[in-house]
């Protein structure tokens, strides 16, 4: 994500700027737009903050590395260590070059006199989310707090995208194994099977005995190359992320799909206003990052009128209660934690909640896939089997 400042103008005729992340301009104006804000200026931050970022050396700093640095930036700040030494300490035994390059010019900026989170800010280490992490936990005189929630943020993130991945690592060797054994068949098998017929005997095959040897015809090496070069060229003419970003949108309309992805979104607001509170950021504040966090844009546009609902003093419960797609379970929580005084607890809980509902359904999902891409590949190789019989049946009654 990077960071991106923008001059806006909005319904009233009020000016109002601030700063914004997303992935590209494109997606910072969208998001824009989606508020109802009319665009004067929009450019990306000094040093924008992103996630993934490089270094001169063009490697990746990925999540794990931040949370590696993230955390033992709160263990030498917890011995009493200051934070450029303990910056110091980190920095000579990284191994990542990107992420060695990036501390070295945050310490450098805290040196020279910038706050901790401006340095980190600068140097593009992390989003506006940890950056603001960091800036609570400076103005309190606690960043060991900070870098912990900071690890924290991190660790659910690394954590929650392994479970996805370990989830669909079956149904992907399936597909993939039943890819192989059809080229294997259809490459190798077919066409050695119908040599043994001449070419009058084949003119009289049935129609499906046809159309199994047209297959295994069609099927060589140069088609695949080609439909090879053709995903390369649309992958590189057709602007993936917002195709991928405007049918993850859509994906809201399907069932199974609405009820994951709701799951998905409201786990991850939940776990980020319950970090953001926990480090004593002002809840309007928390709730607009966490909303900026939420990918799907439904679920978004949703929850964006909550915010100036609530400036204006309506009662929270009150307001999450009229959000359509949130579950009834959400708004209750909230009221309760309204009353109580308790709201970072209540997001926790919610967290646990929404985050146990999205395993289950990615459970029954993958439950449903596994046995449909068996059931697709037993049709297709039984189609396969029964076009061979017929075909020898066939040939055995042609009479010459």
Not at 41 to 61: M, W
Not at 92 to 110: H, Q, Y
Not at 271 to 287: H, N, R
């Amino acid at each position: 994500m990077t960071n991106f400042k923008y001059l806006s103008v909005d319904q009233t005729g009020k000016e109002v700027s601030g700063s914004i992340s997303a992935q590209d301009v494109k997606e910072a104006r969208l998001q824009l737009k989606d508020k109802g804000l009319k665009i004067v200026s929009l450019e990306a931050s000094a040093g924008a903050a992103k996630t993934g970022i490089r270094g001169s050396k063009g490697k990746k700093v990925s999540d794990t590395d931040l949370y590696n640095m993230a955390r033992e930036l709160s263990v030498l700040l917890k011995a009493g260590l200051r934070i450029d030494n303990s910056m110091e300490t980190i920095t000579g035994t990284i191994s990542n070059a990107a992420l060695k390059e990036n501390m070295a010019v945050a310490l450098k900026d805290i040196r020279a006199g910038k706050s901790v989170a401006e340095a980190f800010e600068k140097s593009g280490l992390f989003n506006t989310l940890m950056v603001s992490l960091i800036r609570v936990g400076e103005s309190v005189g606690n960043l060991r707090m900070s870098f912990e929630q900071i690890a924290s943020h991190l660790q659910f993130q690394i954590q929650f995208r392994a479970e996805i991945r370990n989830a669909l690592t079956y149904p992907a060797f399936l597909v993939i194994a039943s890819c192989v054994t059809l080229f294997v068949i259809f490459k190798f098998i077919i066409p050695r099977f119908f040599t043994v017929f001449g070419q009058d005997q084949l003119k009289a095959l049935p129609f499906a005995s046809k159309m199994l040897l047209k297959a295994s015809e069609v099927l060589n090496i140069q088609v695949l190359i080609g439909a090879a070069i053709a995903a390369v060229a649309i992958y590189k003419l057709v602007d993936m992320k917002r195709l991928l970003h405007s049918g993850y949108s859509y994906a809201l309309s399907l069932p199974l799909l609405r009820t994951m992805i709701i799951n998905l979104e409201l786990s991850r607001f939940s776990y980020s206003m319950f970090t953001m509170l926990s480090s004593g950021i002002e809840f309007i504040k928390a709730l607009r990052f966490s909303i900026d966090l939420i990918q799907n844009v439904k679920v978004k546009q949703s929850l964006e009128p909550s915010i100036k609902l609530i400036k204006e003093g309506r009662p929270i419960g009150e307001v999450f209660s009229h959000i359509e797609l949130l579950p009834e379970i959400a708004a209750n929580m909230i009221t309760v934690g309204e009353k109580s005084g308790n709201m970072k607890e209540i997001f926790l809980e919610l967290f646990n909640v929404f985050d146990d509902r999205f395993k289950r359904t990615i459970k029954k999902i993958v439950i449903l896939v596994e046995p449909l891409i068996i059931t697709v590949m037993g049709m297709v190789v039984g189609f396969i089997v029964i076009s061979m019989i017929l075909t020898v049946m066939s040939v055995g009654n042609i009479k010459f």
